[in-house]
Nanobody, 114 residues
Framework: QVRLVESGGGLVHPGGSLRLSCAAS????????MGWYRQAPGKERELVAT???????NYADSVKGRFTISRDNAKNTVYLQMNSLKPQDTAVYYC????????WGQGTQVTVSS
């Protein structure tokens, strides 16, 4: 079984930065994809960014140039550096791990407000 625990969410002013972390524990297959999704009230959950074990990344158009996803394979941890945050980025951010199966974290709240 795999457990994902997110951290780093909080309240930030527009233009500010946050760094999210997601630590995976349990049996993690070497070949996997980790990523971040977000869900705002009244909206569908959407992809933010993903990264493979080889380091291949992809981003939603809305966050390109502002967010950076990275990972530490030895620690089974994925990060999301969020810069130039906008109110539209306000959402619960969920960590996801996919290998043979898909797993979700419980989410961490990010609020961008003045």
């Amino acid at each position: 079984q795999v457990r994902l625990v997110e951290s780093g969410g909080g309240l930030v002013h527009p233009g500010g930065s946050l760094r999210l972390s997601c630590a995976a524990s349990g049996t993690i297959f070497s070949i996997n994809v980790m990523g971040w999704y977000r869900q705002a009230p009244g909206k569908e959950r959407e992809l933010v960014a993903t990264i493979t074990n080889l380091g291949t990344t992809n981003y939603a158009d809305s966050v390109k140039g502002r967010f950076t996803i990275s990972r530490d394979n030895a620690k089974n941890t994925v990060y999301l550096q969020m810069n130039s945050l906008k109110p539209q980025d306000t959402a619960v951010y969920y960590c996801r791990l996919v290998h043979a199966y898909a797993y979700w974290g419980q989410g961490t709240q990010v609020t961008v407000s003045s």
